[in-house]
């Protein structure tokens, strides 16, 4: 088990920029594959980005070319840069963590969430 705390969400307008990082607990989290998911009220959660322990990323079709998903192994912290963000980026943002690089099911461990809202 690991702990997850995210930061970095706000208000934003479209266009705009924002990084969220996760901060995870532990010595263990450079063997962590760690995910990016999104919930919009009323949708279900979605995965945008995920990143393994060996540094391989994948992103969501709606995302591409847009955010950007790193890790720093040094201060166990996982980012996520959005760049260009829409409307229909408005979400609360989770952090996921688990040991399988397999993101099929939802599973692991999760942060709090934090809430990123484009509005002009």
């Known amino acids: 088990q690991v702990q997850l705390v995210e930061s970095g969400g706000g208000l934003v307008q479209p266009g705009g920029s924002l990084r969220l990082s996760c901060a995870a607990s532990g010595s263990t989290f450079r063997f962590f594959n760690m995910g990016w998911y999104r919930q919009a009220p009323g949708k279900q959660r979605e995965l945008v980005a995920r990143?393994?322990?060996?540094?391989?990323?994948n992103y969501a079709d709606s995302v591409k070319g847009r955010f950007t998903i790193s890790r720093d192994n040094a201060k166990n912290t996982v980012y996520l840069r959005m760049n260009s963000l829409k409307p229909e980026d408005t979400a609360a943002y989770y952090c996921?963590?688990?040991?399988?690089?397999?993101?099929?099911?939802?599973?692991?461990?999760w942060g709090q969430g934090t809430q990123v809202t484009v509005s002009s």
């Open positions: 996921n963590a688990r040991v399988t690089s397999d993101f099929s099911a939802e599973f692991g461990s």
């Open positions: 990143i393994t322990s060996g540094g391989s990323k």
